[in-house]
């Protein structure tokens, strides 16, 4: 019987141990404190902010909208951030992309200070996940699935493991993190020769490919344990990984679900950085 890697009860643990820490940082005098920095009002970006902002609060973290219009040049966004970085009573900043397609993606993003950049997009962050050193924070996705084999006690050390999917958000900093652990890391890519092959031979498989339902019962053998990253919406308008779920369960040992599996959990993951960024801030730098 497939066990499955329900999210929800691992962001509501994730966020039970923040509201602690926030509650120990009111104490000391430090209200934490996110920036949500949005140009334009697209649908999308408004649920995430919404949806941010009512965790935020929940967990005891104070949120501070910044509202561009969606003309707003690159040199205002820039420097909007800028300003940000300077400000000590803030701790992290949530840039709400894609932007406007007349921003340069990358500009805006490194001017982001590291140390107040909780969703890991900057390349100074990213670099940090690769070397192991630096104080920048993982892209909250990839930690996300990092936490859920955590909290459902799967061990990473010594096994064989794939990640399908390479973009810098997932599939590459999972990777590295799955290798930190001391597992034995394959990235594979929907253009991998015999990639269900290659999928069957893992005891541990991410996929993070976006596209839905690409993973039936051809991918997968009894023992594995599978982390459906992708979010994928159907014609219909039904939600669904890149994970065949119902073809899946009951083969592999454990799956996690879309929805309900690392989306539920990439929120807490950010709310649990701003926390930390919080707490970093108090400590003199070395």
């Keep these: ?27 000391r005098g430090i209200e934490p404190q996110i920036a949500i920095v949005r140009a334009g009002e697209r649908g999308d970006a408004l649920s995430y902010e919404r949806g941010a902002t ?7 973290i104070a949120v501070r909208p910044i509202v561009l219009d969606e003309t ?26 894609p932007f406007p397609l007349h921003i340069d993606d990358g500009a805006v993003r490194n001017a982001l200070a590291v140390a107040k950049d909780i969703d890991g997009i900057t390349d100074a962050s990213v670099i940090g996940v690769f070397t ?8 909250c996705t990839a930690q996300a699935c990092m936490e859920i084999l955590d909290y459902y006690g799967i061990d990473c050390a010594g096994k064989n493991a794939v990640v399908v999917g390479r973009s810098l958000v997932v599939g590459k900093p999972a990777a590295m993190m799955l290798l930190e652990r001391n597992a034995t890391v394959t990235i ?19 996929t993070c490919v976006g596209q839905p339902r690409m993973f ?10 599978v982390i459906d990253v992708g979010i994928n ?11 065949d779920f119902e073809a899946v369960e009951g083969i592999v040992e454990a799956l996690s679900p ?29």
Excluded at 54 to 60: D, I, N, Q
Excluded at 72 to 77: D, P, T, V, W, Y
Excluded at 78 to 85: D, K, M, P, Y
Excluded at 233 to 243: K, R
């Design 188 to 206: 594979a890519h929907s253009r991998s020769t015999d990639l269900p092959a290659l999928v069957r031979r893992a005891e541990l498989v991410i």
């Design 132 to 139: 192991g050193r630096g104080r920048g924070f993982a892209p």
């Design 72 to 97: 707003a040049s690159q040199a205002e966004l820039i420097a909007t951030v800028e300003s940000l970085n300077a400000d000590a009573s803030l701790h992290g900043v949530l840039l709400l992309r």
């Design 1 to 27: 019987m497939t066990r499955i890697l329900k999210g929800p009860a691992v962001a509501q643990a994730i966020n039970t141990r923040s509201t602690a820490a926030a509650l120990a940082l009111k104490k």
């Design 54 to 60: 009512r965790r935020a609060e929940e967990v005891g």
């Design 233 to 243: 919406v159907t014609a219909d308008g039904s939600l669904v990984g890149d994970v």
């Design 216 to 225: 039936d019962e051809h991918y997968f053998l009894p023992g594995q344990t």
């Design 258 to 286: 879309v929805p309900g599996g690392v989306g539920s959990v990439t929120t807490g993951v950010l709310l649990k950085h701003v926390i930390e960024a919080a707490e970093r801030a108090m400590r003199p730098v070395p």
